[in-house]
Each structure stands twice: as structure tokens, then as C-alpha cells.
């Protein structure tokens, strides 16, 4: 296993060497301390986001209001103003087969055109003392929203951004479901891991969504990248929506592996597996994008993205496969 195991580890390093894919999208962020801005020289106004990408639930236990964490270094400046922007799909005109028709394509907008989804104020004030405040969005009703659908929406901080540049957070948010347990699943990720896994499954109540608990933090330990240094901290869950026609959508998933900075900078990157959709580098993987679905009743295949979110997006190859690896949950 460990021969297999190191040979994984050296491809991954030789393919992020030569990685030069860009977007300027991260994932993992730092949460900020009060420690922060006096020891760390942090400048006025040193607002950030904890992340790039936030996944959030609601339910109706919110009272129809969602909560983005804000931080900021120090407490010299008590007032950030924000911009509210939420992901639609919207008519545009273009030419198809040489005629003039419309069409609807996702793209930011500033006013939900469904009406559920708007910003509680444009400007988050900070208490005395504190180092953390929240954006609200609010919602018109817990039971408007979609029990299956995410929806997108992007804040972004109008000056004083931080050194981190974290200027900018696009949540997906969730319904949170009722969820019942089902028995141990098999975990297959064949970029991670030589072997199979077991890990606890939950389905929810009101749709086909499942959820795997921690399935990385064995196959971590026991591949030994815990001991080389390359394990962070992975997803607590990871979840998997069937769909109608039986294809599966998932979120960025975060799986503990720790990939050290090609160009000799001490940090690391965490690797993501991201659905062929909502991968943000500018590699073309358009032709997985319907290959995630369930087979029969028990077996859930997917073929995410493997890739390094605050890399560029840098995507992972080897063992015969370019970015893209499968990944497959055999249900109990």
C-alpha cells in the first residue's frame, strides 16, 4: 500500500509543477483571531471573508434569515458596506442556426428575479471589541425554497479588503433536511486512495439526498499521508443529491489532502473534488458533466474534478487519468 501510495503522491507533484490554469477563486480561508491585527501588522480596514466559497444550510429555525461570518484584523474601522448579487438565469439573445433566438443562461444579477432572496442591509457594523460581524440575507419563507436545488449568491466587500484579498464570497446554500440513517456505505476514491472505505450513510426524509460521514479521515490515516504531512482537515460530510433522471449533484468536496506549493512557497493546498459543471479552471472537462449518476439502486458513481481551488484551479492527473477521477459509494 505504501509503495502505491508514494507513487500517487509523486504524480500529483509532477502535475502541479506544470499547472498554469487561472481563476481567482479559492476555497479555504483563515479565520482571523484577535491575535490577528496587532501581531500580524494587519492594515485599517483589513476586512475578509473566512472563505471564497461558503456551503450553508437554512431552516426554518433561522427565522428566514441567512448569516455570512465577516472578520477583521483590527479595530480600527467598525463599518464595511456590502454588495448583494445572486446567481439567475436570464433571457439573451443569440444566433442559432443562423436565426436570432432566445435563450436562458446563469449569470449574476443584482435583484432576484424570483423574489425570495435579498440583503438585509448593505452595511455590516462591528460591536466594540469584536472581531467578527454578519451579513444577513434575508428569504420570504423556509417553504419557498426548493427542497433540492442550491442557490448561489455572491457578496462582495466595497473597500478596506485585507491583505488575504478575500474580498468576495459565493454561498451555496441549502434546505436543511431531515436526515435518517441508513447503514455503512463502501467509499471508492481512486485519486486518494489504493483501498475501499466504510463510512456511515444518511438519507434525507423529504428527497433522495444522502449523506456520507467523514469518508477521507481513515483512508487518510491509513495511507499514511497523515504521517507525511499531507493531510488537512477533510469534509465532515460529504452529500449527494439524485436527481429525476438520476444524475448526481454534489458540492466542491473537501478531501484532506494537502498538496505542497509547486513554486517553493511555504503553504499547502487542499484538494478538491469538484463536479465537472462547477470546476472554475480553464481546462475544458465539459465531457463529464453528465457522468455522475446513480446505477441501479445501491451504486452512486461520480467523476469529479480533482484539483487545488487556491492553486488556479491546477487540476491533478496520473494513473491513466487527466484530472478526472472516478469516485463511487456502493449504498447499503
Known sequence: ????????????????????????????????????????????????????????????????????????GNLNQNVVNLKFEIEAYVPKDTIIDNSLQTVQVKQWVAKDPEGLFSLATERVVFQDGQYMAYARVSYTDINSLSLINDYRIRLSLLGGVSPSNKSQTVVSLKRRLTFEYLGECTYIDSCLFAEAYKADVYRAKEA?????????????????????????????????????????????????????????????????????????????????????????????????????????????????????????IILP
Open 1 to 72: 500500500m505504501e509503495i502505491r501510495k508514494m507513487k500517487r503522491v509523486l504524480f500529483v507533484l509532477a502535475a502541479v509543477a506544470t499547472l498554469f490554469t487561472a481563476c481567482n477563486q479559492d476555497v479555504l480561508g483563515t479565520l482571523y483571531d484577535e491575535s490577528f491585527g496587532a501581531e500580524n501588522g494587519a492594515e485599517l480596514g483589513s476586512f475578509t471573508f473566512a472563505a471564497s466559497v461558503l456551503n450553508l444550510e437554512t431552516g426554518s429555525e433561522d427565522q428566514n434569515m441567512v448569516l455570512i461570518p465577516i472578520y477583521r
Open 208 to 328: 433522495e439526498v444522502y449523506r456520507i460521514m467523514d469518508p477521507y479521515s481513515e483512508g487518510l490515516l491509513a495511507e499514511e499521508y497523515a504521517a507525511e504531512g499531507m493531510a488537512g482537515k477533510p469534509a465532515s460530510f460529504v452529500q449527494i443529491t439524485v436527481l429525476e433522471d438520476n444524475s448526481l449533484k454534489f458540492d466542491p468536496i473537501c478531501t484532506g489532502m494537502l498538496i505542497p506549493d509547486p513554486t517553493g512557497a511555504d503553504k499547502m493546498h487542499m484538494t478538491y473534488a469538484y463536479h465537472a459543471k462547477e470546476y472554475g479552471g480553464n481546462s475544458d472537462f465539459s465531457m463529464y458533466e453528465d457522468s455522475n449518476r446513480k446505477v441501479g439502486d445501491k451504486r452512486l458513481e461520480l467523476i469529479p474534478i480533482y484539483c487545488l481551488p487556491t492553486f488556479h484551479f491546477g487540476h491533478l492527473n496520473g494513473g491513466g487519468y487527466d484530472g478526472a477521477f472516478p469516485l463511487t
